[in-house]
Structures are given as C-alpha cells and as structure tokens.
C-alpha cells in the first residue's frame, strides 16, 4: 500500500501543480488585459493632448492673424483720418487767408482811392 499512498501524493502535487498553473495562468491574462487597457487608455489621451495641441496652434495663428488684420485696418483708418484731418485744416486755413486777402485788397483799394486826387 505505500505505492498507493505515493501515487495518492503524486496525484494531488500533479492537481495542485495544475491548479496553480491555472491561476497564474489567469493572472497573467488579467494583467496583460489591464496593461493593455492602459496603454490604450495613454494612446487615447497622447491622441487627446495632440489634438488639443494642434487646436491651440490653429487657434493662436487664426488668432494672431486676425490682430494682425484688426492693426492694419485701424492704421488704415487713423492714416485716413489724420490725412482728412490735415486736409480739413489746410483748407481751412486757406479759405481764412483768401478771405483776410480779400479783405486787405479791398482796405488797400478803398485807401488808393481815398488817396488818389479827384480830379
């Protein structure tokens, strides 16, 4: 009967061994499952931060060209507004010295003919 106690053994170190086998069998699925869930889950949020990376990019060129164009036009517009101020002041400062010319042409005429002999 030795033999049969020692097959007896055999057979519950073999289930054991087996048992065992398969739990670490099931652990390694469970954790290759969760590591492959998280590389996953970092490839989805390297993905994420790339595109709001890019959207950004965009964001602050479409941005920065349109101050650009914004400047532009309000130098167009002050460039404008400061030639038809200049020009409104030229032409009113001419106006008011044809005007004053006018006036001292007619003193010096009244007084050329104030002073001119009557005859």
Do not use: W, Y
């Not at 020692?6 to 087996?18: A, E, G, L, T, V």
């Not at 590591?35 to 709001?52: D, G, N, P, T």
């Not at 036009?73 to 002041?89: K, N, P, V």
């Amino acid at each position: 009967m030795p033999s049969d106690n020692q097959d007896f053994q055999n057979f519950r170190r073999s289930r054991d061994i087996k048992n065992l086998e398969g739990r670490l069998r099931n652990r390694m699925e469970i954790a290759r499952d969760e590591i492959a869930k998280q590389i996953a889950c970092s490839e989805a949020a390297e993905e994420i931060e790339r595109r709001v990376m890019n959207e950004m990019r965009e964001f602050f060129t479409e941005a920065s060209r349109l101050a650009a164009q914004v400047l532009a036009e309000i130098h167009r517009r002050r460039t404008e507004a400061l030639d038809s101020r200049i020009e409104e002041e030229i032409d009113t400062f001419f106006e008011d010295t044809k005007q004053h010319a006018m006036r001292t042409l007619d003193e010096i005429r009244r007084a050329a003919a104030a002073e001119a002999p009557k005859e």
